[in-house]
């Protein structure tokens, strides 16, 4: 262990071998992953522990397994083979190093950034400081020198003085609001920047398991990370900087009342700590409170249209209520500590100025001082002065641990793993449309049964297949993997024999356009909308694409045409009519692969008429993908596949699938069963069950 420990820290980590018990190494806990050492002397990583009805169990990672091979143990097998080695590892990051974990290292790391303008503050403080004590000199020469000996000269000449330092203060201290409000928003710019950047790398899974009022409101704890930096950390420690000034100053009049004064302060501190481990639990119970509330608001806002259309306002009324009521109680529970906290140090903190006093007139009195009234007034107003930062810094730690909860918060958000994929060194080779699945497996985490089972698939560059089964039968899965939306697949897709793991996603997904079943609109007009993902695109590079979705006809119509607002939720517009400004989105930019998911569903006849009359068009030169309920508009696609709980029951053109499937031609009876059957193309090869199947290239 120990030279395993010595190998990773001369690779950056910080390593500490040790030996434990089974209940140690169960409590370890964000100290995971960890390598333990086994009887047989190999190693292996516990990459976390998990509570289970029958006790701990530790999931293990063997290095020379397969990469996503888990072993799960319980505490009698893991002690059969564990010798009681562990080695503690940590990734060790430098203050500057922009690709550290979301953490208060990160936060200063962004501000040491403009080092050179913290160095100009510093600078100031420490004029600043010294400026301070005039008004100390001015009271001791005022009562020691100008009234015993009626000097009008010096008084005139101390006057001058001051009025000139008060001036210069001023000047200095707006300088140095001003730079800090310069490094706070600068800061505040790349965190804001960072969280968003990782927030878009997220995968679509932490978004559709994650309520969007939880996402909004933990991001949303960057306010209170400003205003530690803008209203505490800079404000304190700057003035923190007249210690320097104040502190020898204080033990050159008198060094038992500076002791005194230290002490006073360390015993504020200290009462300040004590209160620390109950205000953190009770803050954190406060911010989830607080959380809870504000998704519950959000999640009523996004779904007003429902909760009007079903009655539900007393019931998000009464969920509201009792979320307000509890963050209300949480409010009062944090406030009980922060008054108990204050009462307790409000005493001491007015206490401490009187004893100093006290003490330094005992020692006037007893003759044992040199003291004489100036000077003890010039103590007085110098113990002030030191007393404000001191008292700052013990009231910055309580400010501080809010603050990295805030962090922490924002950190389970952005330090979610990422998308693989998006590091920009993937293939940027342009798409032919070639569409290959090998034995293509996936289920969703924490399900059991798969939502795709042994897909193969050969799809040819500017084929049309329609995607067909029963609700829940994985045809919107296999669209999702197409688009590199799960990674924790099985088997392989490629595309043009190039496999998806080697693409970069931003280039292939900006190669494939989706037209999803409830297609999401952004606020603005109708041409930015159609031009989103084009924005050098021109105003007859959109109409074409609307014309080719059938939306232009609505479109002229509208009073502004494509300068039409979309409002929020697309609110201004029907359902078919926000369809078709999503198909004409995806034909913009002229994909080489095209996946229709319902894309029609909300369609009326006419509109739909008008999209399966161009569909010749569309599908010219590109590979489409087509899901639809609606089975008669697949009748003309080059093949349809048949899915059944996630495996393939069948692949052919419809005449033969009518001949052949059960399932389709349940299916196509129970939608047009009074049309009777259509006629379809000969020359497509037709497959039941999990074998290889692939469609014929269309005829030119």
Known sequence: MAQLAKIARANGFRAAPARMQWDQLAGLGKALPAIVRLRSGGYMVIAEVRTSPQGDLVILRDPL???????????????????????LVKRQHKVSDAGQPFGMRWVVGQILRDSHLIRDILLGSLFISAFAVAPIIYWSLLFRIVLPRNSLDTLNLLVAGFVFVVVFDTILGAMRRHIILHIVSKADIRMGHHVFDRMLRLPIGFFETTSTGQVTSKLGEIGRIRGFLLNSVFGTLLDGVCLIVFIPVLFFVSTPLSLLVLAGCAAILLANLAFMPELNRRHERLVRAERDQYSHLVETVHGMRTVKTLALDARQRTLWDLLVARTARERIAFGRVQNSMKTVMAPLESLLPITVLT???????????????SSLIAFALLTGRTMGPLLGIAKLVERYHEARGSIATIASVVDHPAEEGLSGTGVLTPLKGTIELMDVGFRYPGTVVPAIDGLDLLIPSGSTIGIVGRSGSGKTTVTRLLQGLHADYGGLIKFDGIDIRQFDLTHLRSSIGVVLQDSFLFRGTIRENIGIAKPSCTLE????????????????????????????????????????????????????????????SALDPESEAILSANLKRIAFGRTVIIISHRLASLVSSDAILVLERGRPAALGRHQELLADCRLYRDLWTQQNGHLGQQNGHPGQETSRGTGYVSISPPAA
């Open 65 to 87: 397994a397969a990469p996503d091979a888990v072993l799960v143990l319980d505490e009698a097998r893991l002690r059969a083979v564990w010798d009681g080695a562990v080695l």
């Open 359 to 373: 003490v330094a007139a005992y020692m006037i009195l007893g003759g044992d001082s040199p003291f004489d009234m």
């Open 541 to 600: 590079d959109v109409a074409a694409a609307a014309r080719l979705a059938g939306a232009e006809e609505f479109i002229e119509r509208l009073p502004r045409g494509f300068d039409t607002m979309i409002e929020e939720g697309a609110a201004n517009l029907s359902g078919g009519q926000r369809q078709r400004i999503a198909i004409a989105r995806a034909l913009l930019t002229n994909p080489r692969i095209l996946i229709l998911d319902e894309a029609t």
